[in-house]
């Protein structure tokens, strides 16, 4: 199975602590996207990512979440010196170009992060 | 306003019934998709669709461009439908996806 793997698929931490999310595209998708559903929320996006370049942070917050998609290996959601209100569920997704106006993304099975 | 909006929020049908969810949105898209998520799990593509209609099995998604709204119809709904649904439009030049709040539908044996 070539889908989009995310892990860890759960992860605790404690406030303050930082929170490493990993990503791992479908092979041979080159944009990645991270995406973030609060408890009883709807998803919101975060950050557009394709190889190496960050093309669309809008929906990052403004402190402490960083994210990268290297050249080689997976894409990593960073968020340093995590709060209670980073808890929630973190998707990412993938797509390839494929040369269309737009195109389908795959989802990963999320990691969900709970801050103590 | 939020730039997506579903209707209803939840939705309890009775097994066999014909449901029908509703998304409208707002801003000018390139593509709408309906996503299903189980309750704490992950998020399964449905339909990515531009115009008219198209059918998976017992799922059918059409799309009005003019009137900037889509639905998604289950027949025959089983009680292993029961999951949230979600709309969402690829806005702006990125390809980001725009969510709506989903509809929580309960599939009722």
């Known amino acids: 199975n070539a889908g989009v793997m995310q892990n860890p698929r759960h992860l605790v931490r404690r406030r303050g602590q930082e929170a490493r999310l990993r990503c791992s595209p479908v092979k041979g998708h080159s944009h990645v996207y991270w995406y973030r559903q609060l408890p009883e929320e709807g998803l919101k996006f975060m950050v557009y990512l394709q190889k190496e370049n960050i093309i669309d942070e809008s929906g990052m917050p403004k402190e402490r979440f960083s994210a990268e998609f290297p050249k080689e290996g997976p894409s990593i959601l960073r968020i340093q010196q995590v709060v209670r209100g980073d808890s929630a569920a973190y998707f990412c997704a993938s797509s390839d170009t494929g040369g269309a106006l737009y195109y389908e993304q795959y989802f990963g099975p999320g990691t969900r992060l709970t801050v103590t | 306003k939020n730039e997506v909006e579903q209707s209803p929020q939840n939705l309890t049908a009775q097994e066999g019934e014909f449901i029908t969810i509703n998304c409208s949105y707002s801003?000018?898209?390139?593509?709408l998709h309906w996503l299903q998520q189980h309750p704490g799990g992950g998020i399964v593509s449905l339909f990515m669709l531009s115009s008219g209609k198209k059918k998976h099995g017992r799922l059918i998604a059409t799309i009005n461009i003019q009137e900037k709204h889509s639905s998604l119809h289950i027949t025959a709904s089983h009680p292993r439908d029961s999951a949230v649904y979600i709309c969402a439009v690829n806005g702006g030049a990125t390809n980001k996806l725009i969510f709506g709040t989903g509809t929580l539908l309960a599939v009722q044996p």
């Open positions: 801003v000018g898209i390139s593509a």
